[in-house]
Every structure is written in structure tokens, then in C-alpha cells.
């Protein structure tokens, strides 16, 4: 094995153990879909990653190719060359990012922060192994095998949870808080600033023996017997994390031959599962995030069952061992019928389960397990508390994108426009909602109003409206998207006023316009598309495209006149 001098060293990484070895699988297994490495900044990531591709490229080729935030779709698919194609006549690709990091790593920093297409494109071709390239006439399939992984600090925006998904592993990565790593790692990096060659040689033999482990193990990988008792044990991981689909189940099972065939294991066992487990169900679990505590020895789970007992014999001594206090007032409580009662001393509970509603009934108190600790019940069981008083829909924002375009301005329907603008304000206006307005005007689009709570500034704002030109609705989807990355708190409405009759740069306006609103407004959460075309004979574009976005449709009433 060739020695790479002016690399730190994989095996002199201190620290990122579960980072450490989900790469590993992953290299292993490329059809694993990558690793998403979601936490703090400085912790070096890149470095490690760098370390793991020129371990492997030792003896290898296996590339690494790091993808910048602000990349163009023709640099990450490729492209056909324009220099060939008009000089020579040639129809030549130039390959993309994707294809140079063929059987290697792709990295992104910052995954978070790419485009949503680009990343719907590296996932299904790190799931995959191939990508369909569509450029000019030329239709092609490219092999582009590798390694996805991703990372991402959580305070500067979340990934979609389908993307997040689409991702076989994902770890959290924190800052070393042991002092002696902290330690090791200043030493081992002054060493090797120091003296390169001479570090890097002292862990050749650490080296040498992680690349071989690797190697032995992709050989090996599709020989490793699976149990069938495995599969019950992981479908059970994956309901008691409430997960959705049936990625998981089978992830779990891939990546723990990984993790066997790694050991150099010929067998998968339920210990190697369970190391496994909280990389694929990090990300994916809808009951919190997944606990390492089913990774405990034994003997940890046997403490565990002593502290448990000891505080069963001292609930059992309570003479309220069966009951919680109730934390909602006893002229509140009501019997399923919905009858309310109470009590003299309030110390009667009613709480909700999924499966076992409780009732003030004596005798169903019976059905409350006595053996529970307060902890264990609000760990394990759901509870639903109503309270009257209190409403939990979200604040509205009427977003209002209105075709005030030439083939608008030509039916006179600009007015009645507004006028449903107003009439769809006021429906909402006991919410307290958000307007925001949006235009479209000689083809492009204009942001008239912005997060406003007035509603009279708004209909103000729709009096000096511009009208003509051409209907590019393109533009708007992108300020729409800009829009509702505020906050997750917020009900957003876009609500659609046009005749359907688009115009862009290409020929086919109309599918354009149907990715666009697919693409760049899928935080909307209902959609209104209100028909405005006029005449006898009528195109229903407009209709057409509701029924593309799956949007609510309504015809525009226009008075004669």
C-alpha cells in the first residue's frame, strides 16, 4: 500500500467513532445512500472524509469530490461541450460532478442549504448507481456509484424529511468535551504540521490494516448469511421508532451485514444490528430521537431493572400508588360521555391513550399499571389535554399571486381580481392572518406587498398595481419559496388569480410553469387556483393546471358589462 505523505492520517482522527465507522459501511456498501452528519462546525469533518478517500485511493481509484452550495445543474450532471459540437460537429458530454465522483465520495457542506432539485439527484443517484442526463438532443445514462455524505448545522435550516430520509445513515457530530481528546487532537495536529512524513509513517501500520479490513469485507459482503430471525427484530425497531415506509426495516439488515462483514463476521447477529441501529434511525424516528440505550451491555439493563424495582416498592407504599394528581381543574374533567365531574380533594385523573381511555369509574382504575413510575408513563404512553380555551391552528398567510398580465388587461378581469382578493382576505380575518401580494407584470414578477398584517394597506396596495405584458409565473413560484422559509409555524395559502395563458423563454410554457410551482412551492400547504379567463370559447388552461398542481379550483364570477 502506497504511502500518502501530506494526508492526516484516517486512523489519527480522534474521536468520531460513529462517524468513523458509518463512512466505512458505507464504502463497503454504496448502496448503503450515504451519510448525513448533522452538528456543530470545526469538528473536522472535511478532514476525516479527506482521509477516508485517500486511505482508499492508496491502491485504488476512488476520487473525492467536493460539491459547493452555489454549483449550476450543468456542472453537477454535465453537459453536452458547445466548443465540439459547433467547431468539430462532434457531439461530446462533459461529464459532471456526479460522474467524476464515480466509485469515490461526493461530499456537500452545507446540504441544507442546496437546491432541493440537485438534491433529489444526488440522492436517487447515490440509491441508485446511475443518472439519466437529458442536454440538447442527447440522451444518456452515466454511472456515478459513490458515496454521498452530507453535513449540516440544524440552527441554519432543516432538510425536508423526505430528503433526510432518502439518506441511508446520519450521525450527530459534537465537539469533544473529554479533556484528553481535546488534548490528543492539539497534539497529533502540531505533530503533523511539524513533521508530515514522519507522522503520517507512524501510523502506517494502523493504516495499512484499517484499508485491508475494508477491502476483506467488500469482498466478502454478499456472503454474509442473514438470519430470518433478524428480520422480525429489526420490522420491531422500526415500529417502535414509528417510522414511515419500509426503508428502515431494510436498511437496518444491509447495514448490519455491513458491520459484520467489517468484524469480519460470516454470520449477522442481533449485537451487530444494534450497534447499527441508531444510524438508520437517527433521522428517521417519529418517537424522538432514536436512544443508544438499546445498545447496552447486559449488565447496564440489569442495573437499569434494580433501580426500576426499587422505585416500584416506593410507589407501592403511596396510597396514591394508581393515580396522578390532575393538573386540570376538576370543573373541567369530563367522563367520556362528555359529562363533567369533580371531586372534593381534585385528586381524580382522566388522561388519554391511544388505546385505553380512563374513566373516573373505580373500577377502571384497576387498568392503570401500578408498577409504572410517573417518568416511565410520560416516557412511554401519549396523553391528549383539551382545553377549550385554547386554540391550536396555526396563523394563516394568504399569499396572493395575481396574473395582471396583457391577456388579463385585454378582458378587463384585473378589477374583479381585486375583488376576490379582498373577499378571500376577509375569510380569514378572525385568524389574524399574513398578507403577502404578489404580481405578474411584463413577464416577471413583483413582490407589491410583503408579510403585512393590514389588510386595508394591502387593498391600497392593489389600487396601483401594474397590468401588461407577458405572464411569466416562473419567477413568481421563486419568491413564493423565499417566502414561506420563515417558519415552521406558519399555514401558508398561495392563492392563484389567472387564465392560465403562460409565456417563457421556452415552448413549452406550461409543463415550465407546472415544475416550477411543484419545485419551488412545496412548503405551501393548500393551494387556490382561481380561474379568470373570459369569452365564449374558453381554453380552461387555467382548470388544466389546477388539476397538475393539485390545487383547489374555483371559476373568477365576472359581471357583464
Known amino acids: 500500500m502506497k504511502t500518502l505523505k501530506n494526508t492526516f492520517p484516517f486512523s489519527a482522527i480522534v474521536g468520531q467513532d460513529d462517524f468513523k465507522l458509518a463512512l466505512i459501511l458505507n464504502v463497503i456498501d454504496p448502496l448503503l445512500g450515504g451519510v448525513l452528519a448533522i452538528g456543530d462546525k470545526g469538528t473536522g469533518k472535511t478532514t476525516l472524509i479527506r482521509s477516508l478517500a485517500q486511505l482508499i485511493n492508496a ?40 460522474a467524476k465522483a464515480n466509485k469515490g465520495c461526493l461530499y ?23 443518472y ?28 425536508r424529511p423526505q430528503l433526510k430520509d432518502r439518506f441511508g445513515l446520519s450521525v450527530v457530530i459534537k465537539t469533544a468535551v473529554s479533556l484528553e481528546e481535546r488534548t490528543q487532537i492539539i497534539s497529533n495536529r502540531l505533530q503533523f504540521d511539524d513533521d508530515p512524513q514522519e507522522f503520517v ?103 437499569q431493572k434494580q433501580e426500576q424495582q426499587k422505585e416500584e416498592e416506593s410507589s407501592n407504599s403511596s396510597q396514591q400508588e394508581h393515580t396522578f394528581q ?38 377502571a382504575l384497576k387498568n392503570i399499571d401500578n408498577r409504572k413510575t410517573v417518568s416511565q408513563y410520560l416516557a412511554t404512553d401519549k396523553f391528549e389535554i383539551k382545553n377549550k380555551f385554547q386554540q391550536s391552528k396555526s396563523q394563516p398567510h394568504l399569499i396572493f399571486l395575481l396574473d395582471s398580465s396583457g391577456s388579463m388587461l385585454k378582458e378587463k378581469v384585473v378589477a374583479y381580481a381585486k375583488g376576490l382578493v379582498e373577499k378571500f382576505a376577509k375569510l380569514e380575518s378572525g385568524l389574524k392572518p399574513i398578507y403577502s401580494l404578489i404580481s405578474l407584470y411584463n413577464g416577471d414578477a413583483d413582490l407589491v406587498q410583503e408579510g403585512s398584517k393590514d389588510i386595508d394597506e394591502l387593498l391600497e396596495k392593489l389600487k396601483d398595481i401594474k397590468t ?68 365564449l370559447v374558453k381554453l380552461n388552461l387555467a382548470q388544466k393546471f389546477a388539476t397538475k398542481i393539485r390545487a383547489n379550483y374555483e371559476p373568477l364570477m365576472l359581471q357583464n358589462g
Open 326 to 363: 390532575s393538573i386540570i381543574p376538576a370543573n373541567e374533567r369530563k367522563h367520556s360521555n362528555g359529562v363533567k365531574t369533580g371531586s372534593k380533594n381534585g385528586a381524580n385523573t382522566k388522561s388519554y391513550h391511544q388505546q385505553n381511555q380512563l374513566t373516573e369509574n373505580p373500577s
Open 201 to 303: 509513517a507512524s501510523y502506517s501500520e494502523k493504516q495499512e490494516k484499517i484499508y485491508h479490513q475494508i477491502k476483506n469485507a467488500q469482498k466478502n459482503l454478499k456472503s454474509i448469511k442473514i438470519d430470518e430471525s433478524l428480520y422480525e427484530i429489526a420490522a420491531n425497531l422500526a415500529l417502535l421508532n414509528e417510522v414511515e415506509g419500509h426503508r428502515a426495516d431494510i436498511l437496518l439488515l444491509k447495514t448490519a451485514r455491513a458491520y459484520a462483514a467489517y468484524l469480519n463476521d460470516t454470520t449477522v447477529e442481533e449485537f451487530h444490528l444494534q450497534k447499527i441501529a441508531p444510524f438508520v434511525l437517527n433521522h428517521r424516528s417519529n418517537n424522538g430521537d432514536f436512544s443508544k440505550e438499546q445498545n447496552n451491555s447486559q449488565e447496564e439493563q440489569e442495573q
Open 108 to 130: 456537500i457542506d452545507e446540504i441544507n442549504l442546496l437546491n432541493d432539485y440537485l438534491m433529489d439527484v444526488l440522492l436517487d443517484a447515490s440509491a441508485t448507481g446511475s
Open 59 to 98: 491502491e485504488d481509484s476512488f476520487p473525492f469530490v467536493n460539491l459547493p452550495i452555489g454549483v449550476s445543474e450543468d456542472r453537477v450532471l454535465g453537459h453536452v461541450n458547445l466548443e465540439k459540437l459547433i467547431n468539430e460537429k462532434k457531439e461530446q458530454v462533459q461529464l459532471g460532478l456526479l
Open 468 to 535: 401588461g405584458g407577458k405572464t411569466n409565473i416562473v419567477p413568481a413560484f421563486k419568491k413564493i419559496k423565499a417566502l414561506t422559509n420563515n417558519s415552521k409555524d406558519i399555514n401558508y395559502e398561495l392563492i392563484i388569480i389567472t387564465d392560465g395563458k403562460f409565456n417563457t423563454a421556452t415552448e413549452n410554457a406550461f409543463d415550465e410553469a407546472v415544475i416550477a410551482c411543484q419545485t419551488y412551492c412545496k412548503s405551501v400547504h393548500q393551494l387556490t387556483v382561481v380561474d379568470a379567463e373570459k369569452g
Open 132 to 159: 439519466h442526463l437529458e442536454r440538447e438532443g442527447i440522451s444518456k445514462t452515466i454511472e456515478s456509484r459513490f458515496c454521498l455524505i452530507g453535513s449540516m448545522n440544524p440552527e441554519e435550516g432543516d432538510l
